[in-house]
């Protein structure tokens, strides 16, 4: 059409064909661009709707490190991802935890396809311990005003580490936070300073020392400031568009919550001990059922909690053992030597229950916990289950068996079986001396179906 129409203009073409041909191109343009100019102005206008619908996957972690924490990091890495947010921004307030799960944490951070940033926050927070492994290894770190970090020094929780061990944990710690500060390009001196001698810093003495990147005073000021950051991934590199992004706050369950306190181990003692207890009630009362019921489930949880700590089995093994003889105490007459062997093993088993000897861990149970626990254990058996015996081994003071040991006289001759008169009531008799004559004084020894066994008494 386009050849056609040139060639009518190159030839003497009448003045009306020209004209035609003039106006064709002119209302072909016209639409052109006004197509053109169309698209622009969608584009145009929906630009800054997508940029400002970008979303921000925010979380807290307000308390220990420890695996329900690690989960559920792990568990907002995947959504963030999964939901192509812009960046994962993590609320940090902690005063350490658990190795393994910081390790994990970390291995989770430096490994997501989304940017993670690490916000110590609110005022007065604290990233002590496993949050300054977790702050280094964010792509962006930051934090409130009136905050501190450091003192990463790995410790057990009761101290007791010989020098040698000391040596070997502390080496193993400085060498993983230098690797993590050197991977995000932060200051890995005073990285391996905190780890070594337990320093600690501000948020502005952070700033300047190149240990965070931002300090911002809340979430939105945080968001903006860091809006057009260039973020270095492990396979590429991302622009962050978080100007008037929505924040988007995911919570923990309500079930994670109960296991994310739950996991201390002095928790999980306490949750071990109560499920012992609750078996061991249910045992001495059979059909209470809800004791057994509680023990089974305080037991489960304490179980849950131990997974991931380095349970000391021979520990266990006593614990366990000692409970056992404090059951045998009941029936084994052993003028207490069981229940003193059930407090040494009990006592011992806790205090080796988690093993502080291994560089991945270093948690023990609180010393006054133990000691309490043990006395609360042994008081238990030596007064109430005591009491409970000799309850149990009283003479009945109501039914039938109160008779058992009580004088009465023949009203008939016993060969063996005749009637008896017992605190003026009559009763079918049973001799178990033989033949006893009328009138003669007997001794109750035994009961059943109503019929009473007698022994005549010799009279002195």
């Known amino acids: 059409m386009l050849l056609i129409s040139l060639k009518l203009l190159t030839l003497d073409t009448p003045f009306f064909l020209v004209n035609y041909n003039y106006r064709f191109f002119k209302k072909l343009f016209q639409n052109y661009f006004m197509k053109l100019f169309k698209l622009y102005l969608v584009v ?18 307000n308390g220990g490190i420890n695996p329900s924490s690690a989960e559920f990091i792990n568990k907002s890495i995947q959504q963030a991802e999964k939901e192509n947010a812009e960046c994962l921004l993590i609320h940090l307030n902690t005063p350490g935890g658990l190795v393994t799960s910081t390790r994990g944490i970390v291995t989770d951070i430096l490994q997501s396809k989304v940017p993670i940033v690490v916000y110590v926050s609110p005022t007065g927070a604290h990233a002590g311990s496993a949050g300054v492994f ?30 040698t061990m000391n040596e070997k944990v502390m080496n193993d710690a400085a060498a993983f936070i230098k690797t993590i500060a050197m991977k995000r390009g932060r200051n890995a001196e005073w990285a391996e300073d905190a780890v070594r001698n337990s ?139 069981l229940t003193i062997g059930g407090v040494v093993s009990v006592l011992l088993g806790s205090l080796i229950l988690f093993r502080t000897s291994s560089t991945e861990n270093f948690i023990s149970i609180s010393r006054s916990l133990i000691f309490a626990t043990t006395a609360v254990t042994t008081l238990f058996f030596l ?58 004084k007997i001794v109750i020894k035994g009961i059943k179906n109503l019929t009473l066994y007698v022994e005549q008494v010799q009279e002195s």
Not at 44 to 61: D, G
Not at 383 to 406: C, D, H, N, T, W
């Open 199 to 337: 320093v600690s810093i501000t948020e502005h003495e952070a700033l300047e020392k190149n240990v965070i990147d931002i300090v911002a005073l809340n979430d939105a000021v945080l968001l903006d400031q860091i809006n057009g950051k260039e973020i270095h991934m492990s396979n590429d590199t991302k622009i962050l568009h978080t100007k008037n992004a929505q924040l988007k706050k995911v919570s923990m369950g309500f079930f994670q919550k109960i296991l994310d306190r739950i996991s201390d181990p002095n928790v999980a003692y306490i949750l071990m001990m109560l499920g012992f207890y609750g078996i061991m009630f249910e045992l001495f009362n059979p059909g209470a059922i809800l004791p057994g019921i509680a023990g089974v489930i305080f037991l489960i949880f304490a179980f849950y909690s131990m997974n991931s700590m380095p349970v000391n089995y021979a520990g266990l093994g006593l614990i366990i053992f000692g409970i056992i003889l404090f059951l045998l105490e009941i029936k084994v007459v052993s003028h207490g030597m």
């Open 383 to 440: 007064f109430v289950v005591s009491m409970g015996l000799k309850a149990q081994r009283a003479k009945p003071s109501s039914g039938v068996e109160v008779l058992i040991g009580k004088f009465g006289q023949t009203i008939e001759a016993l060969q063996p079986l005749g009637s008896v008169k017992v605190n003026g009531e009559i009763w079918k008799a049973e001799s178990l001396s033989g033949a006893i004559s009328e009138n003669e």
């Open 44 to 61: 145009a206008l929906l630009l800054p709707v997508i940029v400002f619908c970008q979303t921000v996957v925010s979380i807290n972690i």
């Open 134 to 163: 977790i702050t280094m290894a964010a792509n962006i770190a930051a934090m409130a005003p009136e905050t501190n970090m450091g003192a990463a020094h790995p410790v057990n929780l009761q101290g007791g580490m010989d020098s």
